[in-house]
């Protein structure tokens, strides 16, 4: 990498899983009716949508964790937890005319298998009496390695689970010492060969670059673990030190973070010997085996993001239940309370419990689609008059500074993002984020792009 493109670009901005990004959301959310009349508006279009629990709880703190959690050992904050959960779906479902089709589950956290079988099992039961299973559907979970079992896989397996995201972050003792990661590499494999024999037919491993005491030698044997287990996905993610937002992360040094130039080579390192697997990029930080569907999707041009990741399904109606999470019905955002007391208070009073929210202007949702297409496909063009606004126009002389140093290719009506500007893709987002970028909330609110 050039370095001194590094040095010019490596600043702090958004990763634009949501355009406009949360920090600039209307400062007054919308009514629970406005809101819901965005979901059935989507609703009427497809009954399908993708659906989001968020788990919250965790035993341990990992501390370079950026999640929303709650550390606790008490397991009988399971049950009345699950039990709202239930009551804000029934909340939606009396919204619908007609039983939702789930193409997208995905149960994150937190840690989804703090929770006993029992309860999952209760959970999905409850989700599924008020929907139908879409016949090619995603059911994916996140697996902390030292919790989930054989009876959590076989639980979630008979509910109609195909998807297994573990989260290995890396493979090192003294690594995930410093970040209080408490896993082992047998405990991994152990989930592999469980999820295997079950009958997942897709893996994913999440990795870190970055990290505390993170070296070549650490991606090199990450990588080694890695292509004996061969998972058929892995997302390749950039730790983002931002320990004013997460104290947790105050828990080591900034001086032991690999940083700029030396982070830079440990995601490049890991890039080139994945690429030596077989494995194909998708996206940025996101890696798949050419048979897997994100791979296929990105092909066909069918590649879709969401608040769940990438996906090979793009449902305009996601409903996120549970304590933060954030739901998209393409026209409109709202966010859960954050704090879990605050959250089930609401809901147990029959309200939907957001706290803040943003309604799309038809002009957000332009240049929505246009960093969509670039993060999914890494070229967008506006050949149609409908793909056009003023917003996109103002774009124009941010994206001749890009063109000079290589980091786009402009043609008539069209960007495509070059190999050397991959790795500064929220840059190349950011130009085109002229209607909110210019009114930046006071303090820095996100990680460096590198």
Not at 61 to 70: D, H, M, Q
Not at 259 to 276: D, F, S, V
Not at 361 to 376: E, F, G, M, S, Y
Not at 399 to 422: C, H, N, S, W, Y
Request: proline fraction near 5%; aromatic fraction near 12%.
């Amino acid at each position: 990498m050039n370095p001194q493109l590094l040095k010019k670009y490596n600043i702090a901005a958004p990763r634009y899983t949501s355009y406009p990004t949360v920090p600039y959301w209307q400062k007054e959310k919308p009514s629970e009716q406005t809101w819901i009349e965005t979901a059935q508006k989507a609703f009427e279009n497809n009954r399908e949508i993708s659906l989001y629990i968020h788990l919250p709880y965790c035993e341990n703190l990992c501390t370079y964790c950026g999640c929303n959690k709650r550390i606790t050992k008490n397991h009988a904050v399971e049950e009345p937890y699950i039990k709202t959960v239930l009551k804000e779906w029934e909340l939606y479902l009396q919204k619908f005319p007609h039983q939702p089709i789930i193409r997208e589950l995905h149960l994150g956290g937190g840690t989804p298998t703090f929770f006993s079988t029992e309860s999952l099992d209760f959970l999905l039961k409850g989700i599924f009496k008020g929907a139908e299973k879409a016949k090619q559907h995603n059911f994916s979970f996140e697996a902390h390695p030292s919790s989930t079992n054989l009876a959590h896989l076989m639980t979630l397996k008979s509910h109609g689970f195909n998807r297994i995201s573990i989260g290995v972050q890396d493979f090192d003792e003294k690594i995930l010492t410093a970040i209080n990661r408490k896993q082992t590499y047998r405990q991994v494999e152990k989930v592999v060969i469980n999820a295997q024999a079950l009958g997942y037919d897709s893996l994913n491993f999440d990795l870190i670059f970055g990290l505390p005491f993170q070296t070549k030698a650490n991606i090199r044997d990450n990588m080694k673990k890695l292509e004996y287990l061969r998972p058929h996905r892995i997302a390749f993610y950039s730790y983002a030190h931002v320990p004013w937002l997460y104290p947790g992360q105050r828990a080591y040094s900034e001086s032991d973070l690999p940083k700029g130039k030396e982070k830079r080579a440990l995601y490049n390192l890991g890039k080139e010997l994945l690429l030596e697997m077989g494995y194909e990029e998708i996206g940025f930080d996101h890696f798949a085996l050419p048979t897997e569907s994100l791979a296929i999707a990105q092909k066909e041009g069918t590649l879709h993001r969401n608040f769940m990741g990438y996906t090979p399904f793009n449902t305009k109606l996601n409903i996120a239940l549970g304590v933060s999470a954030i739901s998209d019905s393409w026209t409109g955002f709202v966010q859960n309370e954050k704090k879990i007391e605050d959250y089930q208070a609401r809901v147990n009073q029959g309200e939907l419990p957001f706290f803040r929210g943003h309604l799309l202007t038809p002009a957000d949702q332009v240049l929505r689609k246009h960093i969509l297409k670039l993060i999914c496909q890494f070229e967008t063009d506006w050949m149609d008059e409908s793909d056009r606004c003023e917003g996109l126009y103002a774009a124009f002389d941010r994206l001749e500074e890009l063109e000079k140093d290589g980091l786009i290719e402009r043609a008539p009506f069209q960007i495509k993002v070059t190999e050397i500007g991959k790795p500064f893709i929220r840059n190349i987002c950011l130009a085109l984020d002229t209607r909110y970028w210019a009114k930046q909330p006071k303090g820095q609110l996100f990680s460096q792009v590198v």
